[in-house]
């Protein structure tokens, strides 16, 4: 059975650091690993798509990595701001289309 | 504009009540699903639709039924609402292709007094 972890559970940084969320899973087989952003109240925002082949992805100030071999995704972010600040959910793409979550990192950012 | 609408935002209802949410998708994707997030904020699946047919089924009690009309829209029905039904319900979307990454609704916050 999958199981994702997000460590850590919340982190709390000033403005303009650069940052690292880490996950991990306990089955390498999977098709892809999602990142999103959740806000207070709010619906789920996907960030990054990283394909099972793939060694990672960038949009902007964000930057995903996978090593599927040992079970491993980072989500950097650059130059954090205020406006970052949610909690950051990853989750794994398995076998009929179902996907498996972590628990979350909520991120502060303190201007 | 909003690809993946739920209503409603937020329902408040006492035990034993039938309540139904419903979703509509307007993205053209084939596949919807139904997400519990829990008081722990832990989200788990609870149902995928491929094109109106049932594809996963996650151990939900049968008092959960959903219901595609067509490929745009997956509606969850409720009976015999219990305290522990008590969560964030999402409603999602996808193409059928596994790769393909999923789209969120804002969530219906349901609770049970």
């Known amino acids: 059975k999958q199981e994702v972890t997000q460590i850590p559970a919340a982190l709390s940084v000033p403005e303009g650091e650069n940052l690292v969320l880490n996950c991990s899973f306990t089955?390498?087989?999977?098709?892809?690993l999602q990142w999103f952003r959740q806000d207070p109240g709010k619906g789920l925002t996907s960030l990054l798509l990283?394909?099972?082949?793939?060694r990672e992805q960038t949009s902007g100030r964000l930057n995903a990595s996978l090593d599927k071999s040992s079970g491993r995704s980072t989500l950097y972010i650059a130059a954090s701001q205020p406006g970052d600040s949610a909690t950051y959910l990853c989750?794994?793409?398995?076998?009929?289309?179902?996907?498996?979550f972590g628990q979350g990192t909520r991120l502060t950012i303190n201007p | 504009d909003t690809a993946v609408s739920q209503t409603p935002k937020y329902l408040v209802t006492q035990m034993g009540n039938d309540k139904s949410i419903k979703c509509e998708q307007n993205?053209?994707?084939?596949?919807m699903y139904w997400y519990k997030q829990d008081s722990k904020k832990f989200l788990k699946i609870m149902f995928s639709?491929?094109?109106?047919?049932?594809?996963i089924n996650e151990t939900v009690p049968n008092r959960f039924s959903p219901k595609s009309p067509d490929k745009a829209h997956l509606n969850l029905h409720i009976n015999s609402l219990e305290l522990g039904d008590s969560a964030v319900y999402f409603c999602?979307?996808?193409?059928?292709?596994?790769?393909?990454?999923?789209?969120f609704g804002n969530g219906t916050r349901l609770t049970v007094t």
């Open positions: 999602a979307s996808s193409q059928a292709e596994w790769l393909s990454p999923l789209h």
């Open positions: 089955d390498s087989a999977i098709y892809n």
């Open positions: 990283i394909q099972s082949s793939q």
């Open positions: 989750a794994v793409r398995q076998g009929a289309q179902k996907l498996v």
């Open positions: 993205l053209g994707h084939d596949t």
């Open positions: 639709y491929n094109n109106k047919e049932l594809i």
